[in-house]
């Protein structure tokens, strides 16, 4: 082992609002060992996902919370140091749920093997791991967009929305993103293709929708709720389809947020509005990761990375997410 | 013809909350001419229906506004006092849309015969018309429900809701209903076979509905919107399938109601909310009518109408069903 010592991030205590530092806590661990069947990681890339945030609350979600004195929850890539395993070797690089620590141990079965010559290990973690996933599947299993279908995705230079945006294009979509701020919104365009953007911060998203979606929105991939959802559910065309993916625009909300009642527009609209996680459609990830992989490898599917070096700066990293500070997929560089 | 003039009630003026008496002015006109092909037909019974309420906004809806000055819009059945239509005969009973009035003229394709032998004609207007039709496919093409489904709906003793909940015990579901009083709590409960009411003027919803589905509502058939909704956004089963069907708590709103933001409820849930029109099932409206039609004439779909008697009520009759006064299916009797 090249190192005695294991460092993790605890959660020390729940945020009341947007996470501060002080919620997070350094602890310095020794080794874990790997059982028959497991490997032991050594983390390469960690990734830093808004979900987390629901994690760090008591209340109830889709799956339980972080407890406090507990490792925080998320997925790695890094590279198998010793292996239990008959299926893996010393060398390979793999993917799983591994919290934000250096070192992890997993069993075989919860490992992915990652294939470093389709791409650079760091995508098993945004464009060919669980945001691309999220994308594909929120893109095509819920919306299931047309040719000439008018397409709306916030947090469009977001490790999700970007994917999205491309993958409506390659279904002969208009496609138009919601991002914050001019330099994302370039890149959207010039880079990903996109038909137009929209900054929230400095632009009426309403006004805006309206006077580019005069036939209405007929897909709508939801990062962010809040009142970039309320302008969308406005400009609907009959039979609109919508998917809930985040709400990151409330997450940090310390009490319930108060909107409009909009629910008529989906009665006015004959509008479908479904909220999916990515591991419904766990049955049908292979196939979406051969498509998406191929699509990175032809050049026709772009991604962007923000990559924060240092295992210190998760929490930091991860605070400055909350408030829109990173362009692109965030990962933690171990 | 038996009379020479044609009473109708226009829409004077368009209503800012709550519709008032003044917002409508009775009008006598000269009896309509049948056009070839076209019926004359003398009303028997008018119907009141919620959705009529956005007919008086000049706003945007899935279909125009009465004009001001035009005769109020809305379905009547009624007897063929003169057939011009080689298909219709003097003496028939049909239903048609034919407006606020106490004679209209209709052509043979717009019209649908009423068979007085299989219940009464009134039916033709409630449980064997649109609100009859609105509940088996709000219920049947949207939620499809499940046996061992919790399931809800609200406005259940209404002309929609009635219906819905029945169709939902018909399913095999746990059914609770909501609505506005204890007499019809005890009617959904005992003459219509719900497993439970609650009723939102003196309970908490969101309590009860708690305790009634401690593992969740799987299906949700909305007739009103506003805080039930929200109530049962927040007591969601995994799977769980909305209907918005309609949201009469805020059809008056001058402006506009707010609420808590929860779309994040639906991420949770990986649930799915339609809206829908009852217009959008047409393909199949024969043969959900015949089954609606089965089950009344062996007596295991029942219903409630509330009739009115005299055309000259219609304003009141409709402000009275705004402010939840009618129990059952709302008719004039003109």
Not at 79 to 97: C, M, N, P
């Amino acid at each position: 082992m090249p190192e005695e010592i294991n460092r993790q991030w605890l959660l020390a205590s729940r945020p009341s609002g947007f996470p501060q530092e002080g919620n997070f806590e350094l602890n310095e661990a020794s080794l874990p060992n790997a059982e028959h069947g497991e490997v032991m990681i050594k983390l390469e890339y960690l990734s830093i996902d808004p979900y987390m945030r629901g994690r760090m609350n008591e209340g109830k979600s889709y799956t339980p919370g972080v407890q406090i004195g507990e490792v925080m929850t998320g997925e790695g890539v890094g590279v198998v140091v010793e292996s239990r395993s008959s299926a893996l070797s010393a060398g390979d690089h793999v993917v799983t749920r591994t919290g934000w620590q250096e070192y992890s141990t997993a069993h075989e079965s919860a490992v992915r093997k990652v294939d470093a010559s389709v791409a650079p290990v760091s995508t098993a973690l945004g464009v060919l791991g669980m945001p691309g996933l999220t994308a594909y599947h929120g893109t095509f299993d819920v919306i299931d967009p047309r040719p000439g279908d008018t397409f709306v995705v916030s947090a469009a230079s977001g490790a999700v929305g970007g994917v999205v945006g491309q993958l409506a294009k390659k279904s002969g979509c208009r496609v138009i993103g919601t991002a914050g701020s001019d330099e994302k919104i370039a890149y959207i365009v010039n880079e990903l293709g996109f038909d137009a953007g929209i900054n929230y911060k400095t632009e009426n998203v309403a006004e805006r929708l309206a006077a580019l979606c005069p036939n209405g929105i007929d897909g709508y991939f939801d990062n962010v709720g809040g009142e970039t959802t309320d302008a969308v559910l406005e400009n609907l065309a009959t039979g609109a389809r919508i998917a809930i993916c985040g709400q990151i625009a409330n997450y940090n909300d310390v009490e319930q947020a108060m909107g409009p009642r909009n629910l008529r527009t989906l009665l006015v609209a004959q509008a479908k509005m479904q909220g999916f996680l990515v591991f419904q459609f766990v049955q049908k990830h292979p196939a979406a990761l051969e498509r998406l992989s191929a699509w990175v490898a032809d050049g026709s599917l772009k991604y962007k990375e923000h990559i924060v070096e240092g295992f210190e700066e998760m929490p930091r990293a991860f605070i400055g997410m909350m408030h829109g500070a990173n362009f692109g997929k965030l990962l933690v560089k171990v």
